[in-house]
């Protein structure tokens, strides 16, 4: 049964030229984004950095306002609700943020900060909240000894665990995962994976795990969903994405990635070129400028969603064209799209 729908989101920013003033430039942050997530299963969404993995995180939170599209969990459209509904729906969506230590308050002790939660919604005072609270705590592998300690007396990974207790307080039904080892050792990244698996199949639990660690994801998550420059190029199972990508961006992103094996011959290779702007994006395929398979009608038309079997990939190589008609270097302007430069960038206009 599908938890959590998302359905055509965008997120746009005006950008700023000072106070109470907008330059008339539109940051395009999230792009025309769709997916859902099942009850008790994990999507992966991957990508570069900066390519909107954490806006959508944000809109699906109501931390930031979807532009347009909407977002649905379990059933209710979270744009309609207001006052004691909204707050309601949005207790069965928390998250655990990337950096342990900035996501939680030095001046409160473990005790409050996990029980704070409780005590906002009301559900919990004295003596159960005492042993809610003390449930949690040993649910994330810690116990009394650290009840009313302080974050800065603990390492990154007892602070993420501090925080996965926190978000499980309570008892969401989506937890949204925002690159919660990144910031951490290997080893101890190890054993929060496990913990979180952990949690998972003993509470039902759905993740949204963001990650760029593409093993991390691989081991974590049933379905991928990779994103670049704001938009979702392919989506599918996990093993099938990672056995035989179909998206060029996908396949780059997996050679990227090193083999701990020394015996192993790498083809390892670094994907060149920047990231489109999210101010300026170029006409047609995002991607087009850094593929080596681009085509004509790359540079002319943005490629429609194709969807094969259990997968879906946005591009021309499985929309028709052939990919004998390669011509790499055509620039073609679409309305809403200015015509780029070989680096992706607009041309320099002066305002008359």
């Known amino acids: 049964m599908t938890l959590l729908r998302v359905q055509d989101l965008s997120v746009h920013f005006r950008v700023s030229k000072g106070f109470r003033r907008s330059s008339g430039d539109i940051v395009h942050a999230v792009d025309n984004v769709s997916f859902t997530i099942d009850r008790g299963e994990t999507l992966g969404l991957v990508g570069e950095s900066g390519s909107g993995k954490t806006t959508v995180a944000r809109a699906i939170l109501q931390l930031t306002r979807p532009t347009t599209g909407t977002i649905h969990v379990d059933g209710r459209q979270m744009g309609h609700l207001k006052g004691r509904a909204r707050r309601d729906a949005m207790r069965h969506v928390q998250i655990v943020f990337q950096d342990p230590y900035s996501s939680l308050n030095p001046r409160m002790t473990v005790h409050n900060i996990i029980a704070e939660p409780l005590q906002a919604y009301g559900r919990m005072r004295g003596a159960e909240l005492e042993a809610r609270v003390m449930s949690l705590l040993e649910m994330v592998g810690l116990g009394t000894q650290h009840l009313w300690r302080r974050p800065h007396e603990f390492s990154g990974g007892q602070c993420q665990r501090i925080a996965i207790a926190r978000a499980l307080a309570l008892e969401p039904r989506l937890v949204v995962l925002d690159e919660p080892t990144s910031a951490l050792d290997v ?166």
């Open 187 to 352: 080893s101890v990244q190890a054993r929060i994976l496990v913990l979180l698996k952990e949690l998972q199949s003993r509470l039902g639990l759905a993740y949204l795990f963001i990650a760029h660690d593409l093993a991390v994801v691989e081991s974590m998550a049933a379905t991928i969903a990779v994103m670049y420059a704001g938009e979702l190029v392919e989506e599918g199972p996990a093993d099938d994405v990672f056995r035989a990508p179909l998206h060029p961006y996908t396949a780059a992103l997996l050679k990227s990635v090193p083999s701990p094996d020394p015996t192993e011959r790498s083809e390892m290779r670094v994907l060149e070129g920047d990231v489109p702007s999210a101010v300026h994006p170029p006409a047609g395929c995002l991607f087009r400028l850094r593929c080596e398979r681009r085509m004509e009608i790359c540079a002319a038309v943005s490629p429609p969603r194709v969807e094969m079997g259990p997968r879906v990939v946005r591009c021309h190589l499985f929309s028709g064209p052939r990919e004998e008609d390669a011509a790499p270097g055509m620039d073609a302007a679409r309305p809403g799209r200015e015509p780029a430069d070989e680096r992706g960038r607009p041309p320099t206009t002066v305002p008359a």
